[in-house]
């Protein structure tokens, strides 16, 4: 039996592609970390809407712009295991790539197009600064600008719970294709039923509300075992002799230890039935 690919892939970004939560990092900086870290994973767990938690978090904080530029970099020294290596593949075998995030766009949008996300393919939550804080009369110089502190965030689809299908359906506008999205939360699972295939992300953090209702889901720490079910095992052909060889082989040995779970018995049937064939050609 045939699998089939999955054109659009979305990717959410903390705890998905980073082992970390942005505003976690930038509450660490502050000396608010387990504050935040609390109404983080209520909102991610789905026991508080995020609408109802995103504005506390930034005003617990008030980080400075510097501050939050550093996320970036706090991203990529904590990338998931073989992210860069799946976005790569999937790319190669023709897949378009999207990064939708309830992190801050400026850190979410630089991490994604490290990865090598195309910037446009990136949304994540703008913010505006105080332009008079500090020595407000110096704005012009670098200095100054990296002392504007927070003063808001605009409110809008990835700012609340349920608002990250509206992205999606933005991003695909009239493009064919299935679709599937990746990720660890709550708002991540509501947006499922805009895509073809909605997989829980568990590498990180185990979500249970996102594990027992994900029609798949990866717990293993690395993101290999995406690739079986985005591109579809039989990909694996494309790839030989490629730079992308290995990472599908690894997805394959980490799915022969059970990296994958199912929710949907059709689904796992389906997938049982494509991954054998391909399996045990390659024996």
């Given at each position: 039996m045939?699998?089939?690919?999955?054109?659009?892939?979305?990717f959410?970004?903390?705890?998905?592609?980073?082992?970390?939560?942005?505003?976690?990092?930038?509450?660490?900086?502050?000396?608010?970390k387990?504050?935040v870290?609390?109404?983080?994973?209520?909102a991610?767990?789905?026991?508080?809407?995020?609408?109802d938690?995103?504005?506390?978090?930034?005003?617990?904080v008030?980080?400075?712009h510097?501050?939050?530029?550093?996320?970036?970099?706090?991203?990529?020294?904590?990338?998931?295991?073989?992210?860069?290596?799946?976005?790569?593949?999937?790319?190669?075998?023709?897949?378009?790539v999207?990064i939708?995030?309830?992190g801050?766009?400026?850190?979410v949008?630089e991490?994604?197009?490290?990865?090598?996300?195309?910037?446009?393919?990136?949304?994540?939550?703008?913010?505006d600064?105080?332009?008079?804080?500090?020595?407000w009369w110096?704005?012009d110089t670098?200095?100054?600008?990296?002392?504007?502190?927070?003063m808001d965030?605009?409110?809008?689809?990835?700012?609340?719970?349920?608002g990250?299908a509206q992205?999606?359906?933005e991003?695909l506008g009239?493009?064919?294709g299935?679709?599937?999205?990746?990720?660890?939360?709550?708002?991540?699972?509501?947006?499922?039923?805009?895509?073809?295939?909605?997989?829980?992300?568990?590498?990180?953090?185990?979500?249970?509300?996102?594990?027992?209702?994900?029609?798949?889901?990866?717990?293993?720490?690395?993101?290999?075992?995406?690739l079986?079910l985005?591109?579809?095992?039989?990909?694996?052909?494309?790839?030989?002799?490629t730079?992308?060889?290995?990472?599908?082989q690894k997805a394959?040995?980490?799915?022969?230890?059970g990296?994958?779970?199912?929710?949907?018995?059709?689904l796992?049937?389906?997938?049982q039935?494509a991954y054998?064939?391909?399996?045990s050609?390659?024996?």
């Amino acid at each position: 039996m045939r699998w089939p690919p999955y054109k659009h892939v979305f990717f959410d970004c903390d705890s998905t592609l980073s082992t970390i939560e942005g505003i976690d990092a930038l509450a660490e900086t502050a000396g608010k970390k387990w504050r935040v870290e609390v109404l983080t994973n209520a909102a991610m767990d789905g026991k508080l809407n995020l609408e109802d938690v995103y504005a506390k978090r930034l005003q617990a904080v008030r980080p400075t712009h510097e501050q939050i530029r550093q996320i970036r970099r706090a991203y990529k020294q904590n990338i998931v295991a073989d992210a860069q290596a799946v976005i790569a593949a999937l790319q190669y075998l023709g897949h378009h790539v999207y990064i939708i995030s309830g992190g801050l766009a400026e850190p979410v949008k630089e991490f994604g197009v490290y990865l090598g996300v195309p910037k446009e393919n990136i949304r994540a939550v703008h913010v505006d600064y105080d332009q008079f804080a500090g020595e407000w009369w110096y704005a012009d110089t670098d200095f100054q600008k990296s002392k504007k502190r927070y003063m808001d965030y605009k409110e809008g689809a990835l700012t609340v719970s349920d608002g990250k299908a509206q992205i999606v359906k933005e991003l695909l506008g009239t493009q064919n294709g299935r679709s599937l999205l990746i990720g660890d939360g709550s708002s991540d699972l509501l947006a499922g039923h805009t895509v073809d295939l909605f997989v829980g992300f568990g590498g990180v953090v185990q979500r249970e509300r996102v594990k027992a209702e994900s029609p798949a889901f990866i717990h293993t720490p690395s993101l290999a075992p995406l690739l079986l079910l985005a591109a579809g095992p039989a990909a694996i052909r494309q790839v030989i002799n490629t730079p992308h060889e290995a990472v599908f082989q690894k997805a394959f040995t980490l799915t022969n230890t059970g990296a994958i779970d199912f929710n949907h018995e059709r689904l796992k049937e389906k997938f049982q039935q494509a991954y054998q064939t391909v399996y045990s050609r390659a024996d």
